[in-house]
């Protein structure tokens, strides 16, 4: 998108993937001055940062923002470049102020005056706000339990595009939330080896009794949810919209051909160690799962709803040999692994934003995204107010509060004494000179 770079703006937008474009629909609706600034393309993540075969989540009717449908049938998972495409056409319907290729380096705290000083690839910007849009997955994480081990290739599952990339070779894949089952799931399809380690997590039923899981976590008021039940904060969820979307369930991808282990341990040379948890973190999915078909069935029943029966959604596959004889130490040369994919998870970055609203640990201070520094704003990380927030259809609302939050702001700061000064106008004129000035 092609705008002029002012040096004033009142609203600062940093990031124009999903977050951004729903922070500019908003602030543009409220009529509050704004500014997005994009280091790349609008939502480059979909477009490069994923691999090739992603398709979303959730289904086209549900994630999505309500001011516009996807091309595609509303059941289907769109594929991520449709995705990517959504958002452009969604800023474009409104003309969105955006302004792509230019990174935000630096953002200072004005002193003696309001407003923040911002350092640009294209200059400097003074903005009264300053809202963080960018990512609540902007710096891959591998732990440092990975091995040197210069045989071995290793990537972050956000490096990974599509199996022709890997050397021959089984494979290891780390982590089993979404993108590890799906990476694992691929890479075994195309005839490699996989072992998936599996820590804890969370794998709701794609769908039940006629209705997706996004549509149950809806009514059942899930989504809303403000924070995550104790013991389950760092849980990831195993879902997929891969092949029309299905139901992940361990077992199954395991009588497909892939080795589950447990967690991953340690690493000494080519030895690697798991623990002997895979049972446990099998039976904690699966009392997820179960718990979910369980509210839903009651809240079928409560509100007399007529949908189908789905008895078969509770029958549980036999438990495979890597179940029942989990795997404890593997030597990875002698198994033929020849990768190592990361799929660990992601953590944020705010070097740029030098601004007093971190925890020591650098964890961003804020109340619903409104910092403890008036005028800086974060949206789009994950539960910053609700399990919705860094997901399409969440991100949209919490969008809307900080624009209103800001609107107010503005307000306050718009401001005058009307009657003081309708006293004054009233008042016969009086030459006042500044005290002690003769
Ligand atoms: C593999 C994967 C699949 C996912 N699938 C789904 C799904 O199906 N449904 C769903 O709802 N959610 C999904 N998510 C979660 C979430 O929707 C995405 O991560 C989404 O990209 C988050 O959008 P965002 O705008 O908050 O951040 P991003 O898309 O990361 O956008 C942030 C933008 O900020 C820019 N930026 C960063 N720093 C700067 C800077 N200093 N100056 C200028 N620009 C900067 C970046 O270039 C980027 O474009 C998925 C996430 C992953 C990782």
Not at 26 to 54: M, N, Q, Y
Not at 300 to 313: S, V
Not at 335 to 364: C, H, M, N
Request: glycine share 8%.
């Amino acid at each position: 998108m092609t705008v002029e770079q002012p040096t004033q703006v009142d609203t600062l937008v940093v990031g124009a993937g999903q977050a951004g474009v729903a922070m500019s629909e908003h602030l543009s609706k409220l009529g509050v001055p704004h500014l997005v600034l994009e280091r790349s393309r609008v939502a480059e993540a979909w477009r490069t940062g994923r691999w090739d075969s992603l398709v979303a989540n959730g289904p086209a009717w549900h994630d999505r923002f309500p001011g516009m449908e996807f091309a595609t049938a509303a059941d289907a998972f769109p594929a991520k470049d449709q995705v990517a495409d959504y958002f452009e056409a969604y800023a474009r319907q409104f003309n969105a102020p955006i302004r792509t290729g230019v990174e935000v380096r630096k953002v200072l705290r004005n002193t003696g005056r309001p407003g923040f000083t911002v350092e640009t690839s294209e200059g400097v910007i003074q903005a009264h706000r300053v809202v963080a849009a960018t990512g609540p997955f902007q710096r891959p994480v591998i732990p440092p339990i990975a091995p040197e081990n210069g045989r071995l290739t290793q990537i972050h599952s956000a490096e990974y595009r599509n199996p022709q990339q890997l050397p021959e070779g089984a494979v290891l894949v780390v982590g089993a939330g979404s993108s590890g089952v799906q990476i694992a799931d691929e890479l075994q399809r195309s005839g490699r080896r996989v072992y998936l380690s599996v820590g804890a997590h969370d794998r709701p039923p794609r769908s039940y009794r006629n209705r997706d899981f996004c549509w149950w976590l809806g009514v059942l008021g899930e989504w809303d949810a403000e924070i995550a039940k104790p013991g389950r904060e760092h849980v990831t969820i195993a879902v997929s919209g891969a092949r029309g979307g299905q139901t992940i369930d361990f077992r199954a991808l395991a009588h497909q051909g892939i080795t589950l282990v447990g967690l991953t341990q340690a690493f000494a040379g080519e030895h690697v160690t798991f623990r002997a948890d895979l049972l446990d973190n099998l039976a904690r999915g699966d009392e997820n799962y179960l718990a979910l078909l369980d509210a839903a069935d009651a809240y079928i029943a409560r509100n007399g709803l007529d949908l189908p029966l789905e008895p078969e959604a509770r029958r549980r596959l036999p438990d495979p040999d890597c179940v029942k004889q989990p795997i404890l130490e593997l030597d990875l040369q002698q198994a033929g692994i020849s990768s190592i994919i990361w799929a660990t998870g992601y953590a944020v970055d705010f070097s740029w934003l030098q601004v007093d609203t971190f925890s020591e640990q650098g964890k961003p201070l804020h109340q619903r995204g409104v910092s403890r520094e008036p005028g800086i704003y974060f949206l789009g990380l994950p539960w910053l107010s609700r399990r919705g927030s860094s997901f399409i259809w969440g991100v949209w609302h919490d969008a809307k509060h900080i624009a209103d939050h800001i609107a107010t702001q503005r307000k306050y700061q718009a401001y005058s004494d009307t009657r003081h000064a309708s006293a004054q106008a009233d008042a016969p004129a009086l030459n006042l000179s500044p005290v002690g000035a003769h």
